[in-house]
């Protein structure tokens, strides 16, 4: 006579949990055991199949570092170029020729399609200048109210047609310029791109952050 009993999974598990001297008790039942292969697919040991999962990890982990270790070089060079635009603001001896620079140095250093600022507020000899053209109060309310920069598509804002080539622009930064944290914005920095997702909603903003507000304090020598 034979007898058909339906074991619950989660039990044998559980048992064997609250059990850990049961292959100590049972030795013969860990060199019989014959487990699936994930790999191969045939009929394996149970040490081997140990050995797979652990290879599956230590793989995993090697992939997780691999990426770790490519972010820390990216954002070692972002450091570096970051560091050297830094100091091109700080050499500039021309107070008006320092909006210029500092839109040049962003567009060569870091890649970006298309850059430019608007400033309000500016010295009265700085007036005429095409870094001081008119914005709207809409503008100067949206840039005050910025804590952090904004990115996103492009939604025809009124900042994009700033920009060289205002058609072109898919996704926008738009960075609020101040001398200080806490201080109202007197101005505007705008990075534009073709590509929709290089200036993401969900990007992190942290080095934008770090342009922001080293463009806030260089360009601070401009305002009356």
């Not at 070692?76 to 560091?83: K, N, Q």
């Not at 107070?95 to 060569?108: A, F, K, V």
């Not at 309000?120 to 949206?142: L, N």
């Not at 914005?185 to 997702?197: I, N, R, T």
């Amino acid at each position: 006579m034979s007898t058909s009993l339906d074991v619950d999974g989660d039990a044998v598990a559980a048992y064997l949990a609250a059990h850990p001297a049961f292959f100590d008790e049972h030795a013969e039942l860990l060199s019989g055991l014959r487990l699936a292969s994930s790999v191969s697919g045939r009929a394996i040991s149970l040490q081997e199949r140990q050995m797979e999962v652990l290879r599956d990890k230590i793989k995993t982990l090697e992939l997780k570092l691999a990426g770790l270790l490519r972010i820390g070089r990216e954002n070692d060079s972002i450091a570096e170029r970051f560091h050297e635009w830094t100091c091109s603001l700080l050499a500039t001896k021309s107070e008006q020729s320092l909006p210029q620079i500092l839109i040049d140095g962003l567009r060569e250093r870091f890649d970006v399609p298309q850059a430019t600022l608007r400033l309000w507020g500016v010295k009265d000899e700085y007036a005429h200048a095409w870094f001081a053209a008119g914005v709207s109060d809409d503008v100067r309310i949206f840039s005050n109210g910025l804590d952090t920069p904004f990115c996103g598509p492009n939604k025809e804002f009124e900042a994009a047609l700033w920009l060289p080539d205002p058609a072109a622009v898919r996704s926008i930064a738009m960075l609020p310029l101040r001398a200080a944290s806490g201080e109202p914005a007197f101005g505007l920095l705008v990075l534009g791109s073709d590509e929709l997702g290089r200036f993401s909603e969900d990007m992190s903003t942290d080095f934008l952050s770090r342009f922001a507000g080293t463009a806030g304090a260089a360009l601070a020598c401009l305002r009356t």
